[in-house]
């Protein structure tokens, strides 16, 4: 995905908006990925790139709070994101 988003980014002036949601099961690794594609798309300046990299992340309030006791504040994946 990375390189995909990279070589259009590199190739076509466009915009490409990335929302990537943060739960309590979100790999750490996401946010390191996340991390060099921004890098990347950074590094690259017109005229050899013309287009935008816009990421943001997503945190539903009381994400970490949803597991699967009973003491959790909502159920596992009640939570959703419309975004």
């Known amino acids: 995905l990375i390189d995909a988003l990279l070589s259009v980014l590199y190739a076509k002036q466009i915009h490409i ?4 949601s943060r739960w309590e099961y979100t790999p750490r690794e ?4 996340m991390q060099m594609l921004s890098d990347a798309a950074e590094a690259c300046l ?22 699967n006791t009973t003491a959790s ?6 939570r959703v ?3």
Do not use: A, I
């Open 17 to 20: 908006r990335l929302l990537v």
């Open 30 to 33: 996401l946010f390191s990925s």
């Open 81 to 83: 994101n419309h975004g």
């Open 46 to 67: 017109p005229p050899l790139c013309r287009g935008k990299l816009e990421l943001k992340v997503f945190e539903v309030p009381g994400w970490q709070n949803m597991t």
């Open 73 to 78: 504040t909502w159920p596992s994946y009640t």
